[in-house]
């Protein structure tokens, strides 16, 4: 039987415009079929859930604009458990809302906050590990994250320095978090063995986030408290549109994570990606003999180390193309060298600057 | 006043493969703003003519299926003045028929032969030149053709050898024709001084080209003799599919132009390109300062020396591309090095292999 009182807070506000033209400010990343497996990532992100947790205890918070798509895509959700954000206002405030708006119906709520858009192959591992991190945070007043042993020094993840310990917990007292280190430091952190990657997923009781959100970010706590009224009834938008107009803009790892000291990290491998940009989904997806990854029918010739996707009916044919990335959509064309896909976002801002919404 | 014995035969019955994916099969090249000026290259062609060809005697010649094509971007043309052929049958039978039909109203008549889908930048050379060759072939039993001035040894392009004289007429007596030959030759073509580019262009009178096939396609000749009373009747469609059917399929060039002994050139430098491949539309289209020519949006970062064409309203973004044709349609999107150009028609046969007429 599932338990009750575990939760999942699926973070869904992102725009991802590192997979523009494909994620676009009205249809973004998370609600596409990214890896061409036949379901979104965030219909992928809750049905993993949905094994182990109760489908009433899993909410999405996500901008009000992603209202209908959430709805469309998840439609065994309520409307009580899509919870709209007016105004992006980075994680903190996000799980401020859902865990203050929750703990009203079940103090003894114990959650999962994990983002809507990652790859997990692991199912499994996975499955184990947020068990293992649940029943922790139920006895204890702690706070969870998920690590990923790290295989390379990416210099685009946090990492988590942990304190090895001989108690065979399956968890250890995290020492440090830091953000996107240069390649240098990535590497001496690959080296030293007690660093691990921060997968964004975080897992706590509801009175143990209360007690951090009022430890590191009382006005927040306050924010949020002050409105618990309005949560489950007709008022709880209006509510929550004026706090979140009013409420600092500042990330849950910064906020209250870094701070913390009650702050533990499970170790694992769960075949993790947080598929930041196409050239991650290229890693992830299948390829032919010369490493090209389609969506679509493509046709290549003397191509190597291309990511295509494109939509439904669509031939794409290459030849002598190394190292792109390809993306057709309806209405834009994006081909960009692989090695310089985090300047799609500079692109996307351009288009912006030039066009309006028109293309992003 | 234009002169009534003068015409223009349009051979219009390509299917321009090395343009794909935009010229498809039922849909070629002479009918696309291939240089998107406005204007699509028959139309171009057509208009070019008919400042000093009267209208009714300008002359289509393609194939059964573009009817319904000529007919909308040429609506000035009669049904007589389109002549379809059934099957492609190269282009003697294509000249032969619109010469024996011609002849039946106007055995005075002289003719312009010329390809529908060339560039003629400079209008007003071509134009003298035109009319030099014009009124050569009304006085005397001679075949002219216009050769262009080579300015690089071209491999793709048929040479013609003429001896030189000190007549001062403006052309010159054809000593030899040769297909496009290796480079090595080619060079020594360029620095010989009495080789011109063979621009696919014929002039001659009805009575000049009538002995021609008479000597040298004999069984031709008769074929479309034969016909003749079927000329400008509702009989004609029916008596020259039969004839089409039954005809040897050959070049005007090699079955008449490369045997006969009157056959003259005139060489200029009328801004001509056959517009055999992207690459010669890119050289001849507006270039950012990289060398990028793009027809319709798009935008490009350290990119250079690529041809772009996409349709009304998409976006192309280029980064990072270099040395590539990239071609969107709404079904199809062709990414290829710039160098390997030729080798679009074997992709061409290998989707028609794949998929029938789908994407062809």
Not at 100 to 124: G, Q
Not at 310 to 316: A, L, Q, R
């Amino acid at each position: 039987m599932n338990n009750k009182n575990h939760y999942v807070i699926i973070m869904a506000g992102g725009i991802g415009s590192r997979f523009w033209p494909m994620s676009r400010s009205k249809f973004p990343k998370q609600f596409h079929d990214i890896l061409g497996r036949g379901k979104t990532l965030i219909q992928e992100t809750f049905e993993r859930f949905q094994a182990y947790i109760p489908t009433e205890n899993i909410y999405v918070v996500t901008n009000e604009r992603y209202k209908g798509l959430v709805q469309s895509q998840l439609p065994e959700m309520s409307d009580d458990q899509i919870l709209l954000e007016p105004v992006g206002r980075n994680t903190a405030p996000c799980v401020a809302y859902a865990a203050y708006k929750i703990n009203k119906i079940n103090p003894n709520a114990t959650f999962v906050v994990a983002p809507s858009d990652h790859l997990i192959a692991k199912e499994e591992v996975f499955r184990d590990k947020l068990l293992l991190g649940l029943n922790a945070c139920e006895t204890q007043d702690i706070i969870m994250t998920l690590g990923i042993t790290p295989t390379r020094p990416d210099t685009g993840y946090g990492y988590i320095q942990f304190l090895e310990d001989d108690q065979n917990r399956g968890y250890y007292k995290v020492k440090t978090f830091t953000e996107k280190p240069e390649l240098e430091v990535a590497e001496s952190f690959l080296e030293s063995g007690d660093y691990v990657w921060n997968a964004g997923i975080f897992l706590f009781s509801a009175s143990t986030i209360r007690k951090a959100f009022e430890s590191f970010l009382p006005e927040m706590a306050d924010q949020f408290d002050s409105i618990v009224d309005a949560y489950y009834t007709p008022q709880e938008q209006e509510e929550v549109n004026k706090t979140y107009r009013a409420c600092q803009n500042i990330s849950i790892d910064f906020g209250i994570m870094e701070k913390a000291e009650n702050v533990f990290v499970i170790p694992a491998d769960f075949g993790w990606s947080d598929l930041g940009t196409w050239g991650s989904v290229h890693e992830n997806s299948e390829r032919d003999m010369h490493d090209n990854a389609a969506q679509g029918e493509a046709i290549v010739y003397d191509s190597f180390n291309n990511m295509v996707r494109t939509s439904d009916g669509k031939m794409v044919v290459l030849k002598g193309l190394e190292g792109f990335i390809v993306v057709d959509t309806e209405d834009a064309l994006l081909i960009c060298k692989k090695d310089d896909e985090q300047f799609i976002k500079q692109i996307v801002g351009d288009l912006k600057g030039k066009f309006g919404e028109k293309f992003v």
